[in-house]
């Protein structure tokens, strides 16, 4: 299995361009999260998706975030336009409902963004 | 307050030491209890998954869950330099039936020195 997937590893941007970050979950997962952690704030969870829909996006910080999964094995995040203080790694994670397994996410390696 | 409260450290420890890591929480609703592992410039991992209060044991893992406290903990025995990482507690609510975010602490950089 390779595990979620998650692309590019690193950006580095210039404040005001537009980033996207791509996610491939790990197939047969249904759940997909994305995460932003940084030292100040840890690990905090932006939005996630139960079957491609947005359940909960309440962690979204501004309009300038927007999220997508126009399917199953895929999602972007899209930060337009990126700012220095979105300067921090960004994680997808994916899960499969289910009794046993529930609420188990398995993380990709993150996006390193760098907002200069 | 934050919901989930965890000591950032720096944790450093002689190997072969017993650990504890602990978070307190907040949010009562708070059911299911985990903990991850992060490796520097990686993403987190599953270690430890608990449900009711009480002990989990798994190898060298042991964790604890207790819900009247709002307290878990996670030990370590025999540490050995390669747990040197991040260690996160996380947690979540009950949820309808579809999957949920977790609510992290903001991890424990724990260091076992050889």
């Known amino acids: 299995d390779a595990g979620v997937i998650q692309s590019p590893r690193h950006e580095v941007t210039e404040m005001g361009q537009e980033v996207t970050l791509r996610c491939k979950p790990i197939?047969?997962?249904?759940?997909l999260f994305w995460y932003r952690q940084t030292m100040m704030r840890g690990l905090e969870l932006l939005i996630y998706f139960n079957n491609n829909v947005p359940i909960d996006d309440s962690g979204m910080p501004e309009d300038r975030f927007s999220a997508k999964m126009p399917n199953a094995s895929f999602s972007t995040l899209k930060i337009q336009p990126s700012e220095p203080r979105d300067s921090a790694v960004y994680f997808c994670a994916s899960s499969v409902q289910g009794v046993l397994a529930k609420n188990i996410q398995y993380f990709g390696a993150g996006t390193r963004l760098s907002v200069l | 307050q934050k919901e989930v409260e965890q000591d950032p450290g720096p944790l450093s420890v002689p190997e072969g030491a017993i650990v504890s890591l602990n978070c307190t929480y907040s949010?009562?609703?708070?059911?299911?209890f985990m903990w991850y592992r992060q490796y520097s410039r990686k993403g987190p991992e599953l270690l430890m998954y608990t449900y009711s209060s009480g002990n989990k044991e798994d190898g060298r893992f042991t964790a604890q869950v207790d819900k009247s406290s709002k307290y878990i903990s996670l030990f370590i025995r025999d540490s050995q330099p390669s747990d040197s990482a991040t260690y996160l507690c996380a947690m979540i609510p009950p949820s309808g039936g579809g999957a949920d975010g977790l609510t992290f602490g903001k991890g424990t950089h724990l260091i076992i020195q050889p």
């Open positions: 949010n009562s609703a708070f059911q299911y």
């Open positions: 197939s047969g997962h249904n759940s």
